[in-house]
T-cell receptor
Framework: DTAVSQTPKYLVTQMGNDKSIKCEQNLGHDTMYWYKQDSKKFLKIMFSYNNKELIINETVPNRFSPKSPDKAHLNLHINSLELGDSAVYFC?????????????FGPGTRLTVT | KNQVEQSPQSLIILEGKNCTLQCNYTVSPFSNLRWYKQDTGRGPVSLTIMTFSENTKSNGRYTATLDADTKQSSLHITASQLSDSASYICVVSSGGSYIPTFGRGTSLIVHP
């Protein structure tokens, strides 16, 4: 009965590879988000989706592409991985307009690029 | 430039004591201010959300205050417990799109 789930929890890959992280929420929320937390624990928003439409794209390289097949899922695909992409990626969801309501975070995916 | 500054960077207290964490921001226009608790290796958990018109909000032993005039917020933890050991993050959102600006967090350690 997990509210926001992400897979995989850990991802180790080499530079240049393409990888995806999946996120699912069973809360019936309208909005989903992707955040990046760097090695210094600093969080930044990457994307938010409201009813399958992109709301925020905060200067994220176009190697990152969010895909939302339906409002319960927001997957993150990353092309041509770089060392600087190593971080913890969090998915979150909320009800109502992006950023307005209480957000529920997933457990995170630790991505390590070697 | 929108910024959120938190202090102290880290804090160590004894179990049962109270503490107050600070958040100063220069975000404009202001939409809302959130406090999150993040345990090591876990995702952030929302503690409080405050809009411009709210100057205090409580969630159990956590009480957040907001002074929109001075652009300051505080998070007060009463009767601390070992489980309060975590990072506390202040986030201020701006504009109609609620674009968030994150603080770097305060790391709290509660000793028995």
């Amino acid at each position: 009965d997990t509210a926001v789930s992400q897979t995989p929890k850990y991802l180790v890959t080499q530079m240049g590879n393409d990888k995806s992280i999946k996120c699912e929420q069973n809360l019936g929320h309208d909005t989903m988000y992707w955040y990046k937390q760097d090695s210094k624990k600093f969080l930044k928003i990457m994307f938010s989706y409201n009813n399958k439409e992109l709301i925020i794209n905060e200067t994220v390289p176009n190697r990152f592409s969010p895909k939302s097949p339906d409002k319960a899922h927001l997957n993150l695909h990353i092309n041509s991985l770089e060392l600087g992409d190593s971080a913890v990626y969090f998915c979150a969801s909320s009800q109502g307009p992006a950023g307005a309501g209480e957000q529920y975070f997933g457990p995170g995916t630790r991505l390590t690029v070697t | 430039k929108n910024q959120v500054e938190q202090s102290p960077q880290s804090l160590i207290i004894l179990e049962g004591k109270n503490c107050t964490l600070q958040c100063n921001y220069t975000v404009s226009p202001f939409s809302n201010l959130r406090w999150y608790k993040q345990d090591t290796g876990r995702g952030p958990v929302s503690l409080t959300i405050m809009t411009f018109s709210e100057n205090t909000k409580s969630n159990g032993r956590y009480t957040a205050t907001l002074d929109a005039d001075t652009k300051q917020s505080s998070l007060h933890i009463t009767a601390s417990q070992l489980s309060d050991s975590a990072s506390y993050i202040c986030v201020v959102s701006s504009g109609g799109s609620y674009i968030p600006t994150f603080g770097r967090g305060t790391s709290l350690i509660v000793h028995p």
